[in-house]
């Protein structure tokens, strides 16, 4: 790859992406178009190793002429495309943004491609449109069910899964179709740097750091498959750079903690690092709270297909990489207060949160 178009790249996964893009491949140009809603951050973009390579445009993916003025001015070989709306819990109090960007924005993106690459011919090289979609499109696991696997038929249960799964869907259909060579990667529950403060992961970091109430939805027993960012990063580049044209690749982190296991096992982290704070022990922070709306219980992905044909396998597990995030987190004090100001980021905790008193757990 020599001119790669991410799209959302100022986002969580996609700036981190980014990032590993421009220390991976040394010769590569990096083109970033994204919209900066409430969740594109500049503060994500900071510290890009040799920036020169990295070319950020603002604009929005339902813009296809300026997706096609892009593609052709910078010569891409490559779209890997992370724009969405990503939160679940937002999807169920305003979905239309979901159906617009997800659905319409990754439609929009297509028939760019389609058209600057299939029929203008404008790159000679070989080409890749790669989809960054999760495993929510798989809908819920029962205790004893097999992990989902790239054959598991889609049965998405929220707004956001069904607008991801809708996407998925166009995206196999153009490849079909008009031939475009897609790939396509369905990822279980990243965490890490850069993580917008709306996700279990940092939402208890920041929350348990300020002696604030962690809260648990229902009863705290659903369980998700976490996967270090920087993993999920690396997968995606051995499927741009060894994928099937036509083929989805699982991608996950092969452990599936309860979430009361991942929250306590972050508020022991913390009260090893402070002992002495009055908020110690952070476990007494948390509570049980109102369940989510059609709430996914369990998800567990099969990664043995990426494993067997790509080689690839996560590097971090889920003690390294949470010790790993909490230390990052505490590092960049200044990036979290940047986002917690946020006028948004303050009306959408009054909204999700306001009638969540909970009691203790
Ligand atoms: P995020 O919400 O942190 O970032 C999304 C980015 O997309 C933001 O920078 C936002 O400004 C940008 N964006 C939104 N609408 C846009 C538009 N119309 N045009 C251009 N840019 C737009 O999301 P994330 O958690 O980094 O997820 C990235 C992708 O990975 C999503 O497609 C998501 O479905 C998928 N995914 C996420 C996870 C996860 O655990 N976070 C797991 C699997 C798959
Ligand atoms: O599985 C992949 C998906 O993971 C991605 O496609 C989504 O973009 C990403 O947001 C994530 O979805 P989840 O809904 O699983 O992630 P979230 O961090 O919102 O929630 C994780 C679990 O924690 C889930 O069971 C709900 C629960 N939860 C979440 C929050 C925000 C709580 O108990 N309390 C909370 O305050």
Same mark, same amino acid.
């Given at each position: 790859m020599k001119s790669i178009l991410v799209t959302g790249g100022a986002g969580f996964i996609g700036s981190n992406f980014v990032r590993y893009a421009l220390e991976r491949e040394p010769d590569c140009v990096v083109v970033n178009?994204?919209?900066?809603t409430y969740a594109g951050h500049p503060e994500n973009l900071v510290d890009l190793p040799d920036s020169d390579r990295h070319i950020f445009v603002e604009g929005d993916i339902l813009d296809q002429n300026l997706v096609e003025k892009l593609l052709r001015e910078n010569n891409i070989d490559a779209i890997v495309h992370f724009a969405a709306e990503s939160h679940v819990d937002r999807s169920i109090l305003?979905?239309?943004q979901f159906i617009q960007t997800n659905i319409m924005g990754t439609f929009s993106l297509l028939e760019a491609a389609r058209k600057v690459w299939l029929e203008e011919g404008s790159q000679t090289a070989p080409v890749r449109f790669h989809h960054v979609s999760t495993d929510e499109v798989f809908g819920t696991l029962g205790p004893e069910d097999p992990a989902f696997n790239e054959n598991t038929r889609y049965a998405p249960n929220s707004p956001y899964s069904a607008s991801k799964a809708s996407s998925d869907h166009l995206v196999r259909a153009y490849y079909h179709t008009y031939g475009l060579p897609v790939?396509?990667?369905?990822?279980?529950?990243?965490?890490?740097?850069?993580?917008?403060? !709306?996700?279990?992961?940092?939402? $208890?970091?920041?929350?348990?750091?300020? %002696?604030?109430?962690?809260?648990? @939805?229902?009863? *705290?027993?659903q369980i998700?498959?976490?996967?270090?960012? !920087?993993?999920?990063?690396?997968? $995606?580049?051995?499927?741009?750079?060894? %994928?099937?044209?036509?083929?989805? @690749?699982?991608? *996950?982190?092969?452990?599936?903690?309860?979430?009361?296991?991942?929250?306590?096992?972050i508020c022991t982290i913390l009260d090893e690092i402070f002992p002495d704070s009055p908020y110690t022990p952070r476990k007494d922070l948390m509570r049980f709270v109102k369940d989510r709306p059609g709430h996914d219980r369990r998800y567990a992905m099969d990664i043995s297909r990426i494993q067997r044909e790509l080689s690839w396998?996560?590097?971090?597990n889920l003690e390294s990489g949470l010790r790993k995030t909490v230390n990052w987190y505490l590092s960049h004090m200044g990036w979290l207060e940047s986002i917690v100001q946020d006028e948004a980021?303050?009306?959408?905790?009054?909204?999700?949160?306001?009638?969540?008193?909970?009691?203790e757990a």
């Open positions: 178009l994204d919209a900066m305003g979905p239309a790939t396509i990667s369905n990822c279980s529950n990243n965490y890490g740097p850069y993580q917008f403060p !709306e996700k279990l992961i940092p939402l $208890i970091i920041m929350n348990a750091l300020q %002696g604030r109430p962690l809260p648990i @939805y229902g009863d *705290g027993k998700r498959d976490w996967l270090y960012v !920087e993993d999920h990063c690396e997968a $995606i580049y051995e499927i741009l750079e060894k %994928g099937e044209t036509g083929e989805t @690749y699982n991608i *996950g982190g092969n452990n599936q903690p309860t979430n009361l296991e991942i929250v306590t096992q396998e996560p590097k971090e980021f303050e009306k959408w905790i009054r909204a999700n949160y306001s009638d969540q008193k909970g009691r």
